[in-house]
Protein backbone atom coordinates (compact mmCIF):
# COMPACT_ATOMS: atom_id res chain seq x y z
CA UNK A 1 0.00 0.00 0.00
CA UNK A 2 1.06 3.38 -1.19
CA UNK A 3 2.02 5.74 2.25
CA UNK A 4 5.17 7.27 4.04
CA UNK A 5 8.18 5.32 4.39
CA UNK A 6 10.44 6.58 7.69
CA UNK A 7 14.15 5.25 8.42
CA UNK A 8 14.91 3.91 10.21
CA UNK A 9 12.75 2.64 12.43
CA UNK A 10 14.71 3.24 15.56
CA UNK A 11 18.01 4.47 15.98
CA UNK A 12 20.80 5.04 19.03
CA UNK A 13 23.13 7.74 18.76
CA UNK A 14 25.80 9.34 20.40
CA UNK A 15 26.10 12.73 21.50
CA UNK A 16 27.47 15.08 19.31
CA UNK A 17 27.16 12.73 15.77
CA UNK A 18 25.03 13.96 12.55
CA UNK A 19 22.72 12.00 11.79
CA UNK A 20 19.46 11.89 8.79
CA UNK A 21 16.43 10.79 9.27
CA UNK A 22 14.67 9.52 6.20
CA UNK A 23 11.22 10.18 4.82
CA UNK A 24 10.08 9.29 1.15
CA UNK A 25 6.17 9.29 -0.06
CA UNK A 26 4.98 8.59 -3.17
CA UNK A 27 1.19 9.85 -2.99
CA UNK A 28 2.80 13.09 -5.25
CA UNK A 29 1.55 15.17 -2.08
CA UNK A 30 3.36 18.45 -2.20
CA UNK A 31 3.61 19.19 1.79
CA UNK A 32 5.37 17.63 4.30
CA UNK A 33 6.13 18.21 7.96
CA UNK A 34 8.17 16.68 10.68
CA UNK A 35 7.19 16.50 13.86
CA UNK A 36 8.38 15.31 16.94
CA UNK A 37 6.24 13.23 19.96
CA UNK A 38 7.59 13.71 23.43
CA UNK A 39 5.75 12.43 26.37
CA UNK A 40 3.16 14.47 28.02
CA UNK A 41 3.80 17.64 25.10
CA UNK A 42 1.82 16.51 22.08
CA UNK A 43 3.04 16.22 18.63
CA UNK A 44 5.14 19.74 17.76
CA UNK A 45 6.16 20.89 14.33
CA UNK A 46 10.01 21.02 13.55
CA UNK A 47 10.01 21.97 10.10
CA UNK A 48 7.71 22.13 6.89
CA UNK A 49 7.59 21.72 3.75
CA UNK A 50 4.45 23.26 1.31
CA UNK A 51 5.89 22.57 -1.90
CA UNK A 52 9.33 21.02 -3.13
CA UNK A 53 12.43 23.76 -3.34
CA UNK A 54 10.74 25.01 -0.43
CA UNK A 55 11.09 24.77 3.20
CA UNK A 56 10.08 26.42 6.16
CA UNK A 57 10.54 26.55 10.48
CA UNK A 58 8.00 25.00 12.66
CA UNK A 59 7.68 25.51 16.53
CA UNK A 60 11.14 23.63 17.05
CA UNK A 61 13.46 24.38 14.50
CA UNK A 62 16.65 24.71 16.28
CA UNK A 63 19.25 21.66 15.47
CA UNK A 64 17.48 20.54 13.06
CA UNK A 65 17.66 21.03 9.31
CA UNK A 66 15.63 20.13 6.07
CA UNK A 67 15.59 19.57 2.28
CA UNK A 68 13.05 19.43 -0.32
CA UNK A 69 15.03 18.69 -3.54
CA UNK A 70 11.99 16.89 -4.89
CA UNK A 71 8.62 16.16 -4.20
CA UNK A 72 8.72 12.33 -2.57
CA UNK A 73 12.02 13.03 -0.24
CA UNK A 74 11.69 15.29 2.56
CA UNK A 75 15.11 13.98 4.81
CA UNK A 76 15.71 15.05 8.96
CA UNK A 77 19.03 16.13 9.43
CA UNK A 78 20.46 16.33 12.78
CA UNK A 79 23.79 17.83 12.87
CA UNK A 80 24.98 17.21 15.90
CA UNK A 81 22.92 15.70 17.92
CA UNK A 82 21.85 16.39 21.71
CA UNK A 83 20.09 14.50 24.53
CA UNK A 84 17.16 16.39 24.38
CA UNK A 85 16.58 15.69 21.23
CA UNK A 86 15.84 11.86 22.32
CA UNK A 87 11.78 11.81 20.57
CA UNK A 88 10.03 9.96 18.54
CA UNK A 89 9.89 11.84 14.92
CA UNK A 90 6.96 11.21 12.80
CA UNK A 91 7.24 12.39 9.17
CA UNK A 92 3.72 13.24 7.79
CA UNK A 93 2.23 14.83 4.23
CA UNK A 94 -0.72 16.26 2.61
CA UNK A 95 -1.91 16.76 -0.49
CA UNK A 96 -1.90 21.05 -0.54
CA UNK A 97 -0.73 22.82 2.41
CA UNK A 98 -3.19 25.41 4.00
CA UNK A 99 -6.03 24.38 2.58
CA UNK A 100 -7.03 21.34 5.62
CA UNK A 101 -6.32 18.43 3.85
CA UNK A 102 -5.62 15.97 6.37
CA UNK A 103 -1.69 14.10 7.30
CA UNK A 104 -0.95 11.15 6.26
CA UNK A 105 2.04 9.67 9.35
CA UNK A 106 4.79 7.88 8.69
CA UNK A 107 5.32 4.93 11.21
CA UNK A 108 8.27 6.88 12.76
CA UNK A 109 11.45 6.45 13.90
CA UNK A 110 12.43 6.62 17.36
CA UNK A 111 15.50 8.49 17.99
CA UNK A 112 17.73 7.96 21.53
CA UNK A 113 20.88 10.55 21.90
CA UNK A 114 23.40 8.99 24.66
CA UNK B 1 2.12 29.49 19.54
CA UNK B 2 -1.40 28.49 19.65
CA UNK B 3 -3.07 26.92 22.68
CA UNK B 4 -5.30 23.95 21.47
CA UNK B 5 -6.54 21.99 24.77
CA UNK B 6 -8.30 18.40 25.07
CA UNK B 7 -9.90 17.00 28.02
CA UNK B 8 -9.94 15.05 29.48
CA UNK B 9 -6.29 13.58 29.43
CA UNK B 10 -7.68 10.12 29.61
CA UNK B 11 -10.82 8.40 30.00
CA UNK B 12 -11.87 4.42 30.85
CA UNK B 13 -15.04 3.67 29.87
CA UNK B 14 -16.97 0.04 29.69
CA UNK B 15 -17.58 -1.71 26.80
CA UNK B 16 -20.99 -0.22 24.97
CA UNK B 17 -20.69 2.81 26.95
CA UNK B 18 -20.84 5.78 24.96
CA UNK B 19 -18.26 8.89 25.62
CA UNK B 20 -17.53 12.14 24.04
CA UNK B 21 -14.66 14.36 24.71
CA UNK B 22 -13.40 17.99 23.91
CA UNK B 23 -11.11 20.08 21.95
CA UNK B 24 -10.61 23.92 22.63
CA UNK B 25 -9.10 26.26 20.51
CA UNK B 26 -8.85 30.10 19.82
CA UNK B 27 -12.02 31.16 18.54
CA UNK B 28 -10.69 33.91 16.21
CA UNK B 29 -9.16 33.01 12.60
CA UNK B 30 -10.31 30.18 12.72
CA UNK B 31 -9.25 27.97 9.26
CA UNK B 32 -9.98 24.31 9.93
CA UNK B 33 -10.08 21.67 12.55
CA UNK B 34 -8.71 17.73 12.21
CA UNK B 35 -9.06 15.09 14.32
CA UNK B 36 -6.86 12.12 14.74
CA UNK B 37 -6.88 8.82 15.71
CA UNK B 38 -3.38 7.29 17.38
CA UNK B 39 -3.49 3.36 18.18
CA UNK B 40 -0.65 2.29 20.24
CA UNK B 41 2.34 1.30 18.39
CA UNK B 42 0.48 2.85 14.70
CA UNK B 43 0.63 6.53 13.57
CA UNK B 44 -2.24 9.03 13.54
CA UNK B 45 -5.09 8.34 11.01
CA UNK B 46 -7.41 11.23 10.06
CA UNK B 47 -10.81 10.82 10.69
CA UNK B 48 -12.82 14.17 10.09
CA UNK B 49 -11.55 17.83 8.87
CA UNK B 50 -13.98 20.36 9.57
CA UNK B 51 -14.27 23.53 8.31
CA UNK B 52 -17.58 25.80 9.02
CA UNK B 53 -19.04 26.65 12.21
CA UNK B 54 -22.21 24.08 12.89
CA UNK B 55 -20.26 20.96 11.39
CA UNK B 56 -20.92 17.75 12.39
CA UNK B 57 -19.12 14.62 10.47
CA UNK B 58 -20.16 11.06 11.46
CA UNK B 59 -17.58 7.81 10.17
CA UNK B 60 -19.53 4.98 11.58
CA UNK B 61 -20.03 5.22 15.12
CA UNK B 62 -17.88 8.16 15.40
CA UNK B 63 -18.79 11.47 15.14
CA UNK B 64 -17.69 15.39 15.61
CA UNK B 65 -19.43 18.88 16.13
CA UNK B 66 -17.96 22.43 15.79
CA UNK B 67 -18.11 25.29 16.88
CA UNK B 68 -16.11 27.89 15.84
CA UNK B 69 -17.77 30.70 17.60
CA UNK B 70 -17.03 29.59 20.54
CA UNK B 71 -14.26 27.54 19.74
CA UNK B 72 -14.96 23.73 20.83
CA UNK B 73 -15.30 20.60 18.74
CA UNK B 74 -16.54 17.29 20.20
CA UNK B 75 -15.67 13.68 19.04
CA UNK B 76 -18.71 11.27 20.04
CA UNK B 77 -18.50 7.34 20.41
CA UNK B 78 -21.99 5.89 20.44
CA UNK B 79 -21.30 1.83 21.59
CA UNK B 80 -17.99 1.94 22.43
CA UNK B 81 -15.59 -1.29 21.89
CA UNK B 82 -12.41 -2.61 22.57
CA UNK B 83 -10.87 -1.45 19.19
CA UNK B 84 -12.21 2.22 19.65
CA UNK B 85 -8.96 2.20 22.48
CA UNK B 86 -6.93 5.11 21.09
CA UNK B 87 -5.74 8.41 22.03
CA UNK B 88 -7.20 11.02 19.90
CA UNK B 89 -6.02 14.37 18.69
CA UNK B 90 -7.41 17.05 17.60
CA UNK B 91 -5.11 19.81 15.13
CA UNK B 92 -6.13 23.30 14.87
CA UNK B 93 -5.28 25.56 11.88
CA UNK B 94 -5.75 29.18 11.70
CA UNK B 95 -5.59 32.03 9.02
CA UNK B 96 -3.12 34.64 8.37
CA UNK B 97 0.82 33.46 9.25
CA UNK B 98 -0.20 30.59 10.76
CA UNK B 99 -2.37 29.28 7.39
CA UNK B 100 -1.32 25.98 6.95
CA UNK B 101 0.55 24.80 10.19
CA UNK B 102 -1.44 22.44 12.43
CA UNK B 103 -1.33 22.67 16.27
CA UNK B 104 -2.04 19.39 17.89
CA UNK B 105 -3.68 19.44 20.94
CA UNK B 106 -2.02 16.43 23.96
CA UNK B 107 -5.09 14.04 23.06
CA UNK B 108 -7.59 12.43 25.29
CA UNK B 109 -6.42 8.47 25.33
CA UNK B 110 -9.30 6.15 25.66
CA UNK B 111 -9.46 2.90 26.90
CA UNK B 112 -12.72 0.77 26.42
CA UNK B 113 -12.84 -2.38 28.48
CA UNK B 114 -14.59 -5.55 27.42
Known amino acids: IAGITQAPTSQILAAGRRMTLRCTQD?????MYWYRQDLGLGLRLIHY?????TTGKGEVPDGYSVSRANTDDFPLTLASAVPSQTSVYFC?????WGAGSPLHFGNGTRLTVT | ILNVEQSPQSLHVQEGDSTNFTCSFPSSNFYALHWYRWETAKSPEALFVMTLNGDEKKKGRISATLNTKEGYSYLYIKGSQPEDSATYLCAFIGRGSTLGRLYFGRGTQLTVWP
Open chain 1, 27 to 31: MRHNA
Open chain 1, 49 to 53: SNTAG
Open chain 1, 92 to 96: ASSDS
